[in-house]
């Protein structure tokens, strides 16, 4: 593993492949507004799930941008899935990081508040919402730094999970430049 560390009780790492066949308790979901499904990410969750996590979806009815709700994981190798609505990019001045700083918050305590101890995430909104990944990566690991000084050992290990190498790169490079200090690097 190529990215790996320990920082007040949790284990923060980095996979390269396709989250629906990842073994965790949380998988994170970068959902749209109305949780009816969609492309991407969302497309390959609900097509490994199964048909009971849009019943869910439809019953909860909706999720604002930044925010996140859990149902089922279905046939899924968790426990539940966390839909989060990441923003869509639109150049960086429509508060895009804040709202997706949000995200990661918002998933992260619901995670932890619901004792699921360790959390799979995909890169939020830099597919179909165009968000570039180098700032993404960033927000993304500043926010979990941020989560595990806030809440320390509340989640035993969050795994970014990446789908493609370039991907991989930027939140690898993110994770080196947010956690300098700590230890529990394997390269
Ligand atoms: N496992 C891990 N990562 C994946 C997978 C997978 N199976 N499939 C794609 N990715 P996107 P967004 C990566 O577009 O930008 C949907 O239609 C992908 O390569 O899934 O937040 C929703 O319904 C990219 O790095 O999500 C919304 O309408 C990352 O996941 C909209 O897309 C995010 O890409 C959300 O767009």
Redesign the pocket.
Known sequence: MLGLRHYRGTAVDLFQG???SFVCDAMVN???TSLR????????IHRAGGPSILEECERIGGCETGQAVATTAGRLPAKKVIHTV?PIWRGGHEREAERLQSCYQSSLHLAAASNLLHVAI????????GYPVAEAAKVAMQTIRSFCDDRPQALRRITM?L??SE?YKAYQKALFACFPEAEGDET
């Open positions: 396709d989250i629906t970068a959902a749209n499904g969609g492309g991407g990410v969302d497309g390959a990441g995909p890169s939020i909104s830099t597919g179909i919402y999970v789908f493609d991907t």
